[in-house]
């Protein structure tokens, strides 16, 4: 059945007019939903913890913040704009107290509420609206007058009238601009947890890697083995992204198209198909957030080793002296 999409007429922003928005964390999706909610005539308080680098990005963009507790407290919709492996403790101890009926808790992924970690109390309405892109987008698009689709789901028991300030809290951030699909809460966390598990994270990531050793193993320069492994990632995926699967093949050469369609099935093969569906069984019936929570709890030792163990891969050395030389591709590094 094809997604229903909102778009701007199916919203009314006077419904929020007068609403106070609470916005708990000034990260990348914090201070990009609540720019753009104040420049659509909302009413905007921030919660962020002092001493760090977004409180004064949240002074320096006119905001005032206040304590996570006090901005909850005063708003009426509150979104919890926190990194996901915090949420759950910081809702239980700073949160859940501070709501009172008739609140809606709304977060931009849908994992904590989905998996138990944050219970909305009785009386109160979960409602996600969740950008598809990074908060810099969600501001860059908005400010030249278009927006980022988005998503909306609403927690269970959650009541019309929610779901109507939801949607004006999606035109608020620019999402009726773009489209606002319905989804679940459930729907929303598995597919996100999948897609960045089997192909956008995982999935990519260990091929590159993988690829990258076999040809630097069988005596190739790793340089060559960056470039082609790599580096030219890039220029297939934009590919993908302005055509499609079709387009990047009409782009690439007849052999590129060749050895795609009679190799490339060899790589990921029945046996991989197999796994992906068992990673999804373990999303969907929560053993993978039970790891990952109780790792969190750990303090996330296996966590920090595998990524020091991964930052020192010699691809991510090569990589980045190569990319050092390219000026134009605005090189980032990660200590
Ligand atoms: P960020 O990591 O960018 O921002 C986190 C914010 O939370 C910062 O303001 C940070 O403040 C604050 N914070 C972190 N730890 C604590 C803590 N222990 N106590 C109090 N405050 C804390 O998060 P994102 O914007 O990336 O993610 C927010 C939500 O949006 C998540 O649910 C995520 O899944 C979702 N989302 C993110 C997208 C993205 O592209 N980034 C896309 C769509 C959804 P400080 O500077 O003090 O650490
Ligand atoms: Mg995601």
């Known amino acids: 059945m094809p997604a229903t999409i909102y778009y701007d007429n199916d919203a009314d922003l006077s419904l929020l007019k007068d609403k106070t928005i609470a916005i708990l964390g000034y990260g990348s999706q914090g201070h990009a939903q609540a720019q753009n909610l104040r420049d659509s005539g909302c009413n905007v308080i921030i919660g962020q913890r002092p001493g760090s680098a977004n409180y004064d990005l949240a002074v320096s963009h006119r905001f005032e913040p206040l304590t996570i507790e006090e901005a909850t407290k005063r708003g009426d919709l509150v979104n919890i ?61 908005f400010e030249k007058g278009g927006g980022v689709p988005s998503l909306i789901a609403l927690g269970a028991g959650a009541s019309d009238e929610s779901k109507k300030l939801g949607l004006a809290y999606a035109k608020g951030i620019g999402g009726t601009r773009g489209g606002v699909i319905e989804t679940t809460f459930a729907e929303e966390t598995e597919t996100d947890l999948f897609g960045e598990q089997v192909v956008l994270c995982g999935g990519v990531s260990e091929l590159v890697k993988v690829a ?69 069984k373990e999303i969907q019936t929560g053993e993978f957030a039970r790891d990952w929570i109780l790792e969190n709890r750990a303090g996330a030792p296996a966590f920090k080793a595998t990524r020091r163990l991964n930052r020192d891969h010699e691809l991510e050395h090569v990589g980045k002296r190569l990319r050092s030389l390219m000026t134009w591709i605005d090189a980032k590094v990660v200590d």
């Open 212 to 280: 990258f050793e076999t040809l630097v193993e069988a005596g190739y320069q790793p340089e060559m083995a960056y470039f082609e492994c790599m580096h030219e990632l890039k220029l297939i995926v934009d590919l993908f992204y302005q055509g499609g699967l079709s387009y990047m093949r009409y782009s690439v050469s007849n052999t590129a198209e060749y050895g795609d369609y009679t190799r490339g099935p060899r790589i990921v093969t029945e046996e991989t198909r197999q796994e992906m569906r068992k990673i999804l």
């Open 81 to 141: 704009l926190l990194p996901d492996e915090v949420q759950g403790d910081i809702y239980r101890n700073q949160i859940r107290e501070q709501l009172s009926e008739g609140n809606i808790l709304m977060c931009s992924h849908g994992f904590n509420v989905h998996f138990g970690q944050v219970e909305a109390p009785a009386g109160v309405d979960a409602v996600l609206v969740a950008p598809k892109g990074p908060g810099h987008l969600v501001r860059s698009e």
